[in-house]
């Protein structure tokens, strides 16, 4: 009888790592960082990521996912990604954002 092996799916913390990675295409600061991605997670290989934008009317909305879809897609053991667009709670960088991020758009 063949032994069938299950292929190990990354952690969440590797993918939020992955996450890391993507920058917002008008600030240059990681999405992470800046507090627009609110949640990840992994089941049996399918990733859901729920993110947020700085505003409803961010013209760079559409490829914030495409490249988190992309992006996440890569990383071995993922069969499957959705990205959500959320907005609650309203995306607040005095509170969401990374110190470094903060101190980088002048906020103290």
């Not at 991605?37 to 993110?51: K, L």
């Not at 959705?82 to 309203?90: A, C, G, K, Q, S």
Request: with cysteine; hydrophobic share 40%; net charge negative.
């Amino acid at each position: 009888m063949s032994e069938i092996s299950k292929i190990e799916g990354p952690t969440t913390e590797e993918l939020w790592e992955t996450l890391k990675q993507i920058e917002d295409p008008e600030l240059h600061m990681s999405i992470v960082e800046l507090g627009l991605v609110y949640d990840v997670v992994m089941d049996e290989g399918e990733v859901t990521v729920d993110m947020t934008l700085t505003s409803p009317a961010c013209p760079v909305g559409p490829l914030l996912q495409g490249m988190i879809y992309h992006k996440v897609s890569e990383v071995d053991g993922v069969a499957g990604v959705e990205v959500n667009l959320v907005w609650t709670p309203p995306w607040d960088p005095r509170e969401m954002a990374s110190e470094e991020v903060k101190m980088a758009l002048g906020i103290w």
